[in-house]
């Protein structure tokens, strides 16, 4: 079963712009992951967010997450044409062994 | 440079036939998850494992799926019989729990298509 929806489903915009993806989960959680799917490939890791943090950065990517509503957003700023790509939240249910569930994805197309 | 490596990157087979796939997790990690990838249903748990022993595997369909860790280096997914419903790209994942990152490393996948 899904534990993250993700909003939107799809989302395109202009290089240059900023692109803000959302998830939202149902359990509660030890952490919240974002990751990144280009067509074709495997899923490669982009950042992590811990239960107890409330937004983390890393490069041109911002994390958010808000454990009182269950949801988190990831913003990409001064989008590129190489971010185009699927974005997937994942979350590692409490008291759970590592467990990563995934959402179901937002699609990302940035034109140049 | 470590990788998640998985073979074969593509198979096409007809319904009937047994079909297994095969993974090599980064050396040194521990924790080893097979995923299902569809566009109907996304990213689908089957199965994962820990120092080889299998942790949960309730997403996997028991009658048709088996899953094993032969060794530290090798991980397997069998279907048998396959069925067109099957078709789909099943991804491994490895990590090691004890960096405490929970970074998950993925292959590139195993792409099914079951005729």
């Known amino acids: 079963s899904q534990q993250g929806e993700e909003d939107p489903q799809a989302l395109s915009i202009q290089e240059g712009e900023n692109a803000t993806m959302n998830c939202s989960y149902k359990t509660s959680i030890n952490n919240l992951q974002w990751y990144r799917q280009n067509s074709g490939r495997g899923l490669v890791h982009l950042i992590l967010?811990?239960?107890?943090?409330r937004e983390k950065h890393s490069g041109r990517l911002r994390v958010t997450l808000d454990t009182s509503k269950k949801s988190s957003s990831l913003l990409i700023t001064a989008s590129r044409a190489a971010d185009t790509a699927s974005y997937f939240c994942?979350?590692?249910?409490?008291?759970?062994?590592?467990?990563?569930?995934f959402g179901q994805g937002t699609t990302l197309q940035v034109k140049p | 440079d470590a990788r998640v490596t998985q073979t074969p990157r593509h198979k096409v087979t007809e319904m009937g036939q047994e079909v297994t796939m095969r993974c090599q997790p980064i050396l040194g990690h521990n924790t080893v998850f097979w995923y299902r990838q569809t566009m109907m249903q996304g990213l689908e748990l089957l199965a994962y494992f820990r120092n080889r022993a299998p942790l949960d595997d309730s997403g996997m369909p028991k009658d048709r799926f088996s899953a094993e860790m032969p060794d530290a280096t090798l991980a397997t997914l069998k279907i048998q019989p396959s069925e067109p419903r099957d078709s789909a790209v099943y991804f491994c994942a490895s990590v090691r729990v004890a960096d405490n990152t929970g970074e998950l490393f993925f292959g590139e996948g195993s792409r099914l298509t079951v005729l």
């Open positions: 994942a979350t590692v249910p409490s008291g759970n062994t590592g467990k990563l569930i």
């Open positions: 967010i811990r239960s107890n943090e």
